[in-house]
């Protein structure tokens, strides 16, 4: 049996066509059903529906044999005990740092908002910059309206949520994309069944960025 691991939302969204493409089609619909286990058309491999941030921790510990993450939560996991021999090229953003519109030059010692401290903290350390870390769940952007922290360090995509909440990017932290973990000893133990379902997804990926390089030259 092979355990994989997924976040519902965007990574699940964007992750489908590419586990299509390696032969694996989900039996549920994970934004329909309250199914957290989720059976395939493959009788040896199943999905277990996971917030973000858990998916590495259930890797880990072997409770799925591989996972999808973000970059980003990776990064704030520490990456002990999982392999990451793919990027997925999904879910692709950027973390940066952002300020209020006017208020682009950070005191000294900032206080910075995030719910990325590990990426944070590395972040103003490789400036030799001191900051105070904020640690929130969500809604980052609030931080500076209303005077609970000088910037702050989340994701961004079109630019839309940034541009809404009058902040604009005063820092590039690092780019984001979704990558293939592996539980080591999954790796060993089930060697044959997990190198052929990383080709095939290897295979996916390659096919599906060939296909956006051939659309790109065609417009
Ligand atoms: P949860 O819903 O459990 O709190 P989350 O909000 O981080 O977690 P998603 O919004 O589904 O979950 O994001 C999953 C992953 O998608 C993130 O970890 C990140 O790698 C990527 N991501 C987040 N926001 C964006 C975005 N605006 N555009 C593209 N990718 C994104
Ligand atoms: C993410 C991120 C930003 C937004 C950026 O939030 O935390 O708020 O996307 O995307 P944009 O640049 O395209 O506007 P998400 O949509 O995942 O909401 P959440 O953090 O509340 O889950």
Not at 5 to 24: H, M, Q, T, V, W
Not at 91 to 116: D, I, Q
Not at 142 to 157: F, H, T
Request: glycine letters at 8%; proline letters at 4%; aromatic letters at 4%.
């Amino acid at each position: 049996m092979l355990t994989i691991a997924i976040s519902k939302g965007r990574i699940y969204r964007e992750a489908l066509p590419l586990l299509d493409a390696a032969g694996i089609r989900p039996n549920d619909d994970p934004d329909t059903s309250r199914k957290l286990l989720l059976d395939t058309n493959l009788a040896d491999v199943r999905l277990l529906v996971l917030r973000a941030r858990d998916v590495p921790t259930f890797v880990e510990h072997g409770a799925a044999d591989a996972g999808i993450a973000g970059k980003d939560v990776l990064l704030e996991h520490g990456g002990g005990g999982l392999y990451e021999p793919l990027d997925l090229g999904i879910a692709r953003c950027r973390m940066v740092v952002a300020a209020r519109r006017g208020c682009e030059s950070l005191p000294r010692r900032p206080r910075v908002a995030t719910k990325y401290v590990v990426s944070t903290r590395r972040y103003f350390a490789q400036k030799s910059v001191q900051a105070e870390i904020i640690e929130l769940y969500g809604s980052m952007e609030l931080a500076p309206l209303v005077g609970l922290a000088d910037c702050i360090v989340d994701l961004v995509d079109t630019g839309g949520t940034l541009a809404a909440n009058d902040l604009v990017e005063v820092g590039d932290v690092c780019p984001i994309s979704s990558r293939l973990v592996v539980n080591r000893a999954s790796m060993k133990m089930k060697h044959e069944r997990m190198k052929a379902f990383i080709d095939s997804l290897a295979d996916a990926v390659s096919n599906v960025s060939a296909q956006g390089a051939g659309r790109a030259r065609a417009s």
